[in-house]
């Protein structure tokens, strides 16, 4: 309808108009601006989260399970006290010979100690209990030495594994093997050094010292109704639903649970917990958008508020304009260009904000937000949101424009 | 006739109050006519102008321009009718500050439905050779004299050689050199064969066109050749003799 020249006309008018303005133009997109760049940097932080976490997932292993008590949620405390629902040792056995999918497993139960050697003593060190299986399921293994074998756990022998941390705080040779430490007093011999993880997310910073002792050791060492939890690895990702179910009727069985009856126990895939992560980012996600979407609101009615200034600074134009031969829809348009070049400018400041900002985020120690970025999807995004509120705020004022009478127009002062 | 208008009122409404600005005129002007319509404020001349240039619809009569009914027109006709048939001239100029006088004389191509780009910048030119400011063309217009902003303001009027040259008060905020100047600019135009209405208080602008139309409280009072319209009338204005 209307010719090439006239979109070229009005959106060079349109940057002269808001260049002609500077200060006026800046502080009307500063909403948007703010708005795209906040939502751009919380996208990128998330992004940058996600990745990493789904990485830290990916180094422990989509076949991981954990097992261990929990009260049917909104059930009163009183109905499953603890003793009841605790993980029992006749369970642990139950588990290990019914659940044909699962592949390694291992209790964990984690205990408070002072360790000595020689002169050396720490105190308050995590002591846990396990099984040979736990290097398996937590993807730590012996770097010298060996692990426990039946016999240590059978006959609950005084044998320890250490990492290297506490090597180091016990002032130890590097090959701790075949010395003894003192575990609250009783002695220990060491048999193996186990690996150290690199520092990660989960709280499974493994840089403090650390001991591992036999389970059943570590069993006798505790209160009679100890805690612990089991670790297990499944045959492959493929069976996780198999041996979660496995798991679950062994459990019911041997606690006798009724049909209708809730688990008084968890058995938890890592795949759940990708799964509530992702949850929780996008939920996160949907607030930032949502905070984003009042500050666009905001920067939307300062451009309507602005655009509407300029149809009334330049009514004699506008009559101008309507005098040599502009439609209503020509004058609509070149009012509704100039709003939507306002708020894609500044939609286009606001990304190159966010982007400083992811680019600040990578460069944070310990945030781990190294892989902080604009994923395109937001980028696209940004622009899409930012035109449409210089569409949608645009529009009243440009319609204002479109329906003055040219006479009136032409005699405003 | 190029224009037609036969028994045409127009009433606005103030609130419950009812002005009848124009009670029934009667007018016919032929094709390359010089015609000034004068007449006192509130005379009904500047609604009459608003008529003829298509701003403005009647509240009843007809108009017919180069034999079309105008008030039978939607606002996008209209549009297009002033965009190609009619050229207006402002007393205050009306050229937009930032664009050269290229771009202002340019201005009506932008809204045209029709024309190539390269030939769209000629005819801008052309146009401002016309009224002799060729040499003004990336000028601004607080770059350039009241005459000169008036000279932009008539080249951009004529760009499309329209059917009608339409002047409110044009020489309203010049001295009288400059409207000399002008008004010489205007005959020069109407040699060319244009037609030319120009609205105006002016006496001695009035005594440099052909007919001169008076309204008189929105009806025509006189309407005369210039030689007996001025005859035994002393002409006022600045002075101005052509």
């Known amino acids: ?413 | 006739m190029l224009i037609e208008i036969r028994n045409l009122s127009k009433v606005y409404r103030v609130g419950v109050e009812e002005i009848h600005a124009l009670r029934g005129v009667d007018l016919d002007i032929g094709s390359n006519e010089m015609v000034a319509i004068m007449g006192s404020s509130g005379s009904g001349k500047s609604t009459l102008m608003n008529m003829l240039g298509c701003l403005d619809t009647p509240t009843s009569g007809t108009y017919h321009l180069g034999g079309r009914n105008v008030g039978q027109m939607g606002a996008r006709e209209l549009a297009s009718i002033r965009n190609e048939q009619m050229g207006f001239v402002f007393q205050s100029f009306e050229l937009l500050p930032r664009q050269t006088a290229l771009q202002n004389v340019g201005l009506p191509l932008i809204y045209a439905s029709s024309g190539g780009g390269g030939s769209r910048r000629r005819r801008a030119k052309e146009a401002l050779d016309r009224v002799g400011l060729s040499d003004r063309t990336t000028h601004r217009p607080n770059q350039l004299s009241g005459g000169q902003k008036q000279r932009v303001a008539i080249a951009r009027a004529i760009l499309n050689r329209p059917q009608i040259l339409m002047a409110d008060e044009p020489t309203g905020n010049l001295d009288s050199t400059t409207t000399l100047e002008i008004l010489d600019l205007f005959a020069q135009i109407h040699a060319e064969g244009q037609t030319i209405l120009i609205v105006t208080h002016e006496d001695d602008v009035a005594a440099c066109c052909q007919r001169v139309i008076r309204l008189r409280d929105g009806r025509v009072d006189s309407d005369l050749p210039v030689a007996e319209d001025i005859a035994g009338r002393h002409v006022g204005g600045k002075g101005v003799r052509c």
């Open chain 1, 1 to 413: 309808m209307l010719n090439p020249l006239f979109y070229i006309r009005s959106i060079m008018l349109a940057l002269s108009q808001i260049w002609a303005n500077k200060t006026r133009s800046f502080l009307t997109a500063l909403g948007i601006i703010v708005g795209v760049a906040s939502v751009s940097a919380v996208i990128a932080a998330l992004v940058g989260l996600k990745t990493k976490v789904l990485e830290e997932f990916e180094a422990v292993g989509a076949s991981r399970m954990f097992i261990f008590p929990d009260r049917p949620s909104d059930a009163p405390e009183n109905l499953y006290p603890w003793e009841d629902i605790r993980l029992k040792q006749t369970e642990l056995d139950a588990i290990v010979t019914n659940c044909p999918s699962i592949r390694a497993i291992s209790p964990s139960t984690d205990l408070g100690m002072s360790v000595q050697n020689g002169d050396q003593t720490i105190t308050g060190v995590t002591v846990k209990g396990i099984w040979s299986d736990w290097h398996q399921t937590s993807g730590r293994s012996i770097l010298i030495g060996r692990s426990f074998n039946s016999i240590d756990e059978l006959n609950a022998r005084q044998v320890c594994l250490l990492n290297d941390a506490a090597v180091e705080e016990l002032q130890m040779q590097q090959d701790p093997t075949g010395s003894h430490v003192l575990l609250d007093g009783r002695r220990f011999l060491v048999i193996g050094l186990v690996e150290t993880l690199e520092e990660s997310i989960f709280g499974m910073n493994t840089s403090s010292a650390e001991v591992f002792i036999p389970f059943s050791m570590a069993a006798k060492l505790q209160s009679p109704n100890f805690f612990f939890i089991i670790n297990a690895l499944i045959e492959s990702p493929d069976v996780a639903e198999e041996a979660e179910s496995e798991v679950r009727f062994t459990l019911r069985k041997m606690r006798g649970i009724g049909p209708d009856e809730p688990d008084t126990f968890e058995v938890a895939a890592i795949d759940q917990f990708i799964d509530q992560f992702k949850a929780l980012a996008a939920g996160i996600t949907a607030i930032a958008g949502g905070i984003v979407g009042i500050s666009l609101l905001v920067g939307g009615i300062g451009i309507m508020n602005i655009m509407l200034v300029s149809v009334s600074e330049r009514t004699r134009e506008i009559g101008l304009r309507k005098a040599v031969g502009a439609t209503p829809t020509a004058i609509l348009l070149q009012f509704l260009l100039e709003a939507v070049t306002l708020s894609f400018l500044g939609g286009f400041i606001g990304l190159a904000i966010g982007r400083l900002f992811a680019f600040g985020m990578t460069r944070i120690p310990d945030a781990n937000l190294e892989q902080a970025d604009i994923p395109m999807w937001a980028v696209i995004l940004a622009f899409v949101f930012s035109g449409g509120v210089g569409v949608i705020f645009g529009m009243f004022p440009a319609i204002k424009a479109s329906r003055l009478d040219p006479i009136e127009a032409l005699r405003h002062e």
